[in-house]
């Protein structure tokens, strides 16, 4: 059957999100999606030995954008961006118990701005004269999917 | 969308009910008049015995009842239908259908409901022309337009008495002297308008109209279509001809008595409860546009009483609504990511308003249960809400730390 309304974890995400906020000098930053179709999510990594330190998110959207930005940072943080680079949208929406099938594009949105942020750091670390500020014209070339 | 216990909702906290628009509970009195006919309505109105006698006077009556709150002739003007929906596509392509020696144009105003719409295009696609007339920023249609549009080969024009989304309503006497002199018929879908404002079909030049049971406080799968006295429509579902012949299908006795009632109870109640809503409504407003990057989205005077409508800047409108049922306060929204089509709604764009400035709307709309004690409670829930919902917001500047 299909899933009506948000999960209680939905909900709980929504309510109570985890890691809001912006990281000044992230190692990387990922920005997906755009106000004119509805969705805008902004997520700031710090990295330590290729390991996800902390992590940080803005969003623009509907409870289920809040609730997948909130969880996909409780999933990455504490995670080798390897590992982290592999997180899919199914992840995220099965973390939070599901999905209505009309939301599933926003948990998209979430693991990509993730993936985002983790090409910007690895752009960052090849070429690091570069690298030290956040630098969103250059995060924006290379984020298409 | 289930109720969810997290967060700081606390379900000891009293519902504040501000959706109206979208579906009203049944008035107790109309329940307590029309029950009776759930229980033991089963006579056929069309059946000549005395059960069914019994059915076509009740019917009858709810039928005089309706004309009466509208002012239609006599009661044979009142079609009964299962749904305003039902009632829309009936005018518009009953009308267009049964006039086709006449022209074949029709026309709508943009922010028209998707059942009036829908019918429209469907005519469309099947060789009429349709012309949309547009609206200015306040949601009023743009008279001069409907009049450089119109000819005498436009059949029926479709123009709502006012508008569910924004609250504004139309000018529709003026619209009728328009629609009158260059084409034939005027449609008014009169759903969100009927109980809240005097509707007088004679004085206002109406040719048919729509109106729903249930936003008159009257159980749903009723629904009426007004028609003039001469007007030319063919039915839409064909079978045994009730109604005229212009709606077969046997009625639906309880909805219908309780639909018949419920306008009896709008028209008698109308000028005080307009009264109470306005000065609550007033309040709302006056108070919510205070909160910064929060506007008014409808006409500030024209307006339904019972309607407060806005947009905030930088904000989402379904984690409006999600936020604000925290606070056991029940909302709706015209934001894509309500929607179905996760497209915006297309009032809001017929307005002027950019898709992300449509992403930000939210509708309350005033109803029976509410009352004046409960107006701050609102405004800090809207207050409390628009905050957390900008801290997370890319969009605007008041970060976190
Ligand atoms: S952000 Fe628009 S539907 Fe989720």
Known sequence: ?145 | MPQQQCGFRDAKVKKIYLDHVSSKPIHPRVLEFAKGYLKHGYGNPSSLYSVGLEAKRILEDARIKLAELINGENENSIIFTASATEANNLAIRGTALRNVSKGREVAASTIEHISVLNPMKELQKNGFTLNLIPVDSMGVVDLAKLDEVLTKNTTVTSIMYANNEIGTIEPIREISTTVHDKGLYLHVDATAAAGYIPIDVKADGIDLLTLSSNDLYGPQGAGALYVKPGIKLQPILLGGGQERGLRSGTENLFAVAGMGEAARMAKDEMAQEARRLKGMRDKLIEEIVTIEGAYLTGDPTQRLPHHASFRFEHIEGESILLNMDMYNIQVSTGSACSSKTLEPSHVLLAIGLKHEEAHGSMVLTLGRSNNMEEIPTIVKAVKETVERLRKLSPLSNKGVM
Not at chain 1, 61 to 81: D, F, Q, R, Y
Not at chain 1, 100 to 122: F, G, R, T, V
């Open chain 1, 1 to 145: 059957m299909a899933q009506i309304g948000y999960s209680k974890k939905v909900m709980e995400h929504f309510m109570n999100p985890r890691n809001v906020g912006t990281i000044k000098d992230p190692d990387g930053y990922g920005k997906v999606g755009n106000p004119v179709c509805g969705d805008l999510m902004e997520m700031f990594i710090k990295v330590k030995d290729d390991v996800i330190t902390d992590m940080k998110f803005k969003t623009f959207g509907c409870g289920s954008a809040i609730a997948t930005s909130s969880m996909v940072t409780e999933l990455a943080k504490g995670m080798h961006v390897d590992e982290a680079m592999k997180i899919t949208r199914n992840d995220v929406a099965s973390e939070l118990d599901g999905l209505p099938p009309q939301k599933m594009h926003c948990s998209n949105l979430a693991a990509d701005a993730l993936h985002e942020a983790i090409k910007d750091y690895k752009g960052k670390k090849k070429s690091p004269e570069r690298g030290s500020k956040q630098q969103k014209e250059d995060t924006r070339k290379d984020s298409k999917q």
